[in-house]
């Protein structure tokens, strides 16, 4: 039976609201900076350049700042931050006072997955940390949505002034959020529970992850899995355009299904994965598994290229694939990093996975666009051979990883055999 986490109502509220902030500015960043700081587009977007390669490079000092003083403390932090930049962003109307500002909140926001995860791994165990990463994926998802559409409806009353509007109510939605995780109360194990509180932690450092091979391998793994998350928001769109001669309405009909679907119903599907008893590794496979299958369908479209009705079928029945598989990879592959990471030391490690995503978030775009130049089905062909790939590496990594990683419950154990009758 899986024990409920101290404090997840609140948890899962502060995540959703926190995600409507999020939604209300990211699908308008460049417009969205551009109004509330009266700079030009071009200075905006150099600006959030330079600030987001410096905030990949915080990456490893927060992944520390977990280990040294917990992930609940460090994501407060992270949370004032953002509320703090955010109320601030209508006052930035110089280059310096905008770039300062957006360093305090790129700083917050590459970090902030390293820290949830490392938070969901503070305050669960077991199964519950598959349930919590299927409940905060599907309000992100939900969280999001909401948020574009009370920004839209914010910008339709008051116009682009509007948006600084939406910059406080960013502020206000981190702020309110960081005061519900502040409920949440960290589980200790029984060897550690002498050790609560204390300042004192093992001398650990990024050389231990480095030198945990199964780890590696599970975060490059990741990595080829995480090509295929940014398929949707990269290489979709421009497939439709350049390659099928779709109308670009069909990209918006996509993101529908896809944050519909997530939404809607993530949290079943992972409760029908984690209730089959399937170990983490082979569910993660199967989500990868999946994302090929849905990337093969691209390159069958591709390839037959039929009419405009027939086309707007295949596409929602490969994004509905697609999101299937992100439903069942996720969970799982979000949980089998928390509990392969050691406690002492999950900060580290975790900023180590998470650069994974970070690093193929990056790549996406310079690799869609060279391989899409070549021939429109090659980008989804690279695609499906890396989420093979990763499936494989999954399946081969399971039994170097430790058990408790593996499976959500600890497998259940072997019955004794009856002893035979003695002879006579």
């Not at 992270?78 to 280059?95: I, N, Q």
């Not at 939605?173 to 519900?180: D, K």
């Not at 050790?195 to 650990?204: D, I, T």
């Not at 999950?346 to 995503?357: F, I, N, P, W």
Request: charged share 10%; proline share 5%.
């Amino acid at each position: 039976m899986e024990t409920r986490v101290a404090g997840e109502r609140s948890l899962l509220a502060g995540v959703a609201i926190s995600a409507v902030g999020i939604g209300m500015y990211i699908p308008f960043s460049l417009v969205f900076f551009h109004h509330v700081t009266g700079l030009s587009f071009t200075l905006v977007g150099l600006v959030m350049t330079i600030t987001g390669v410096a905030g990949l490079a915080f990456m490893p000092l927060a992944g520390s700042a977990v280990d040294r003083f917990g992930a609940k403390k460090v994501n407060l932090v992270l949370y004032g931050m953002r509320a703090a930049g955010f109320a601030l962003y209508p006052f930035a109307h110089s280059l310096p006072a905008f770039a300062a500002v957006t360093l305090v909140t790129a700083l917050a926001d590459r970090s902030f997955s390293v820290v949830q995860q490392s938070l969901i791994g503070e305050v669960a165990r077991g199964s519950a940390r598959d349930r919590l990463q299927a409940s905060i994926r599907a309000l992100q998802n939900a969280g999001m949505g909401a948020g574009a559409l009370l920004v839209s409806a914010v910008l339709g009353l008051w116009g682009t002034g509007g948006f600084t509007y939406t910059a406080w109510g960013n502020a206000l939605a981190f702020a309110l959020a960081g005061l519900l995780v502040a409920r949440v109360r960290p589980v200790r194990d029984a060897g550690t529970a002498g050790a609560a509180g204390s300042a004192k932690r093992p001398a650990a450092g990024y050389r231990m992850v480095l030198r945990d091979r199964p780890f590696l391998g599970l975060t490059a793994a990741n990595f080829l899995t995480a090509l295929g998350y940014s398929a949707l928001s990269v290489l979709f769109p421009l497939y439709l355009s350049t390659w099928l001669m779709a109308p670009d309405s069909l990209t918006g009909a996509a993101f529908t299904v896809n944050t519909v679907l997530c939404a809607g119903i993530g949290v079943l599907i992972a409760s029908r994965v984690r209730r089959s008893g399937a170990r983490r590794t082979r569910s993660a496979a199967l989500g990868a598994l999946l994302f090929a299958a849905a990337f093969v369908g691209q390159i069958v479209l591709g390839t037959v290229r039929p009419g405009q009705t027939a086309t707007l079928i295949a596409l929602l029945a490969i994004v509905v694939v697609y999101t299937l598989g992100e439903l069942v990879h996720s969970p799982s592959g979000g949980a089998l990093s928390v509990s392969a990471a050691p406690e002492a030391v999950r900060g580290r490690y975790l900023a180590t996975y998470q650069l994974s995503y970070s690093l193929a978030s990056a790549l996406a775009p310079s690799l869609f666009t060279f391989l899409l130049a070549v021939d429109g089905r090659l980008p989804w062909a690279v695609l499906a051979v890396s989420a093979l790939g990763a499936a494989l590496a999954l399946v081969r990594l399971e039994r170097h990883l430790p058990a408790e990683a593996v499976h959500a419950e600890p497998p259940a154990p072997a019955a004794p055999r009856a002893a035979a009758p003695a002879a006579a």
